[in-house]
Every structure is written in structure tokens, then in C-alpha cells.
């Protein structure tokens, strides 16, 4: 290649380059391609993902429009028994949501196992259990557990 046919091909990619920037900065299609918060998590939701708040506003919110105060009395762990059981538990693979399901029963986590297993497969967190170990106490919700069974 000789001097002018560098400077022909360098002045050819400046101008495309110069047609793309002014179509994609001047046509104003950047403005709309970041979705908000509310638009992102309907979008995760929509898709099967489960969107959890942050640690500390997790702890602000007392209860989701979905929970009926009925299911919260369910989940709840009775009031005679004032003492907190940890466990950790160990998910490997190919454990059912029954086997987890009996296994934190027997340990005195859960007071319905039965409950617990309809309750992971009615909010499809039975096909997102994580494999390894996991802290559970006795005064965790359904819900918190399995959030913590699937994160």
C-alpha cells in the first residue's frame, strides 16, 4: 500500500465512524435502554428469577401483599417454644425437596413438613435449590428458608 491509499482508507473508517456516533447518539434510541427498578425486577421476575431485597430492607419489610396473614400464623414458629434451633443443614445432589423437607422436621426446624414441601413446590423454589451448606434456625419463615435453600 502507498501514502494515499492509507490516508484514503484512514479517512474512510474516520467518516463511518463519524455516520454511526451521529445515528447512535443523535437519533435519541440510548435514552430508553436503561429499564428502571421497578421495570428490571418485573423483567427478572417474568423470566423465573427470584428478586430478593437487600439484607437491611429485608429486615424493614414486615410482609408482601402476596401472604395472607393466615399463611405468616402458619409459617411462624409457635410461641410455647422460646428456644432458637440452628442447624446446618447439607444439600447435595439430587436431595428431593421431601428429603430436605423431612430432614429439617426431624431437626426440629420445621413443625410441617408436609407444608413446607407445598409451599417450595407452589413458589417453583424446588427447582432452584442450591447444592452445599446452609444455616437455618427454627424462627425462620417458609419463605426466608427458602430463599436460603436457593441463593
Known sequence: MNKASMQGLSAGIIFTTTIFAVCYYGTGLIK?????????????????????????????TV???????????????????????SYTIKIKSNMTTSEIASRLSKEKIIDDAAG??????????????QIGEFVVTNTMTFRQLAHTLTH
Open 116 to 129: 413446607f414441601e407445598a409451599y417450595m413446590n407452589e413458589h417453583d423454589f424446588s427447582k432452584k435449590i
Open 63 to 85: 410482609q408482601t401483599p402476596k401472604e395472607t396473614d393466615q399463611e405468616l400464623e402458619e409459617k411462624a414458629p409457635s410461641k410455647k417454644d422460646l428456644s432458637i434451633v
Open 32 to 60: 430508553g435502554a436503561t429499564p428502571t427498578t421497578e421495570e428490571a425486577k418485573e423483567l427478572l421476575e417474568n423470566e423465573g428469577f427470584v428478586v430478593s431485597l437487600p439484607m437491611k430492607e429485608a429486615k424493614q
